[in-house]
Structure formats: C-alpha cells, structure tokens
C-alpha cells in the first residue's frame, strides 16, 4: 500500500461541492486507475489512464472528472457532489510492460456526501 | 449485466477448516482470474491469480480451482485462520488490448471463528 498513497483517506463534503481526491505511486506505472466500491457491489471501474495523454471513461463516469498530471499523479474530481456518491474510493496502478493484468491498489478514500 | 457472479456473500467458519468461494463468468474472452483480499480499512491485494491453461493453482493454503468448461473458478483456503478474515473479490480480465480491464465479482466477507 505505501507505492500508491490517497489523499485524503476520510472527507466529509455537502451536497453540491466540489471536492478533488488525489493519488501518488512510487511504483514506476504507467496505468493509472479509479475505482469506487459500495457495499455489496465490488469495486466498479470509474476511469483509467494508460499514460499522461491517455484518458478514458469507465464504466460509471458520470459525475466524475479526472487529471493526470504527471505519470505518478492522478486525481479524482466530484464536480458537484451529490449523497449517492458517497463510497469508498480507491486509486490502482498496474505496469503495461510487465503484467498490465496486476493492479496494485491504494489504502482508499472514504468519502461522505451529506 | 454482472459478468462476474460471486458466491457466497458471507462465510463463516470454524478454525482449521476449509473455506470456499465460488465465481461464474460469462465472457469467454476471459482468460486471467485473480483473486483480492481486503482487510477492513486496507486496499484490495492481489492473492493469487490463474491462467485458464491450467485446472488448479496452489500458493500456500490458498488454492484456485478453475473449470473452462463451465465457466467456474472458485478460492480454497485450506486450514482456515482467523486471520484470514477479509472480505475476497474474484475478478476477470481478457488479454490484449483489453488486459487492464478487471472485472470483479461482489466480494465474499469471509469471518473464521476460533
């Protein structure tokens, strides 16, 4: 967990703001991903990136935005958060060159939407 | 549409016995099916994982089973202790292009009582 940092791990936002969650890793990847996860539901992918310039939609984009802003770097935008947003959030990171099929997943963000 | 179908939503059980969780697939893309393990306020980590060229896979107490013909892989974990209790999700990705794409079944919480 320490190669892929979350920050932050807890955040208590209204309705309506705009809150950024951001990811960091050590771990030299050039795949970056977002993923939310609800209870009972698994993890769901919400975007990834294969590098800086690469950015792509998962399959529950809506509500969410992101930036890549350097290959170690990737965040996680709520334009205009809303309560059923409220989920654990959690960065992954995986290596085309030697096992795209890996993903190494940070600690998570616990997000709340009142 | 749940393309990965994980069974049971809970388990418990006894210390020094056997636990097993079972997962379905659809796409017959699919050809690498990891197992994660989550513990209560950590990231997901990969577990073990397996290709579909082979029927079983063993890395320590934690065995993978897999069936191609009928789409089934399931999780042994032998000599079960009590700090194996997570939750585990099962998932799926296809290779090539499509190899970073995880699909994960809905997790398993697995409690083993002493």
């Known amino acids: 967990d320490a190669d892929v940092t979350q920050t932050p791990r807890n955040r208590i936002t209204k309705t309506g703001k705009r809150i950024m969650l951001e990811c960091s890793q050590t771990?030299?990847?050039?795949?970056m991903y977002w993923y939310r996860q609800d209870p009972g539901l698994g993890l769901r992918l919400i975007y990834y990136?294969?590098?800086?310039?690469?950015?792509n939609k998962g399959e529950i984009s809506d509500g969410y935005s992101v930036s890549r802003q350097a290959q170690a770097k990737f965040s996680l935008s709520l334009e205009s958060a809303i309560p059923n947003q409220t989920a654990l959030y959690f960065c992954?990171?995986?290596?085309?060159?030697?096992?795209?099929?890996?993903?190494?997943f940070g600690p998570g963000t616990r997000l709340t939407v009142t | 549409q749940q393309q990965v179908k994980q069974s049971p939503q809970s388990l418990i059980v006894q210390k020094g016995g056997i636990s097993i969780i079972n997962c379905a697939y659809e796409?017959?893309?699919?050809?690498?099916f990891p197992w994660y393990q989550q513990f209560p306020g950590k990231g997901p980590a990969l577990l073990i994982a397996?290709?579909?060229?082979?029927s079983e896979k063993k890395e320590g107490r934690f065995t993978i089973s897999f069936n191609k013909s009928a789409k089934q892989f399931s999780l042994h974990i032998m000599d079960s202790q009590p700090g194996d209790s997570a939750t585990y999700f099962c998932?799926?990705?296809?290779?090539?292009?499509?190899?970073?794409?995880?699909?994960f079944g809905k997790g398993t919480k697995l409690s083993v009582i002493p």
């Open positions: 397996i290709r579909p060229d082979v």
């Open positions: 998932a799926a990705s296809p290779s090539g292009a499509g190899s970073y794409q995880l699909t």
């Open positions: 771990k030299g990847h050039d795949r």
């Open positions: 796409n017959t893309a699919f050809d690498y």
């Open positions: 990136s294969f590098d800086v310039k690469d950015i």
């Open positions: 992954a990171t995986s290596d085309s060159g030697t096992g795209a099929h890996e993903q190494y």
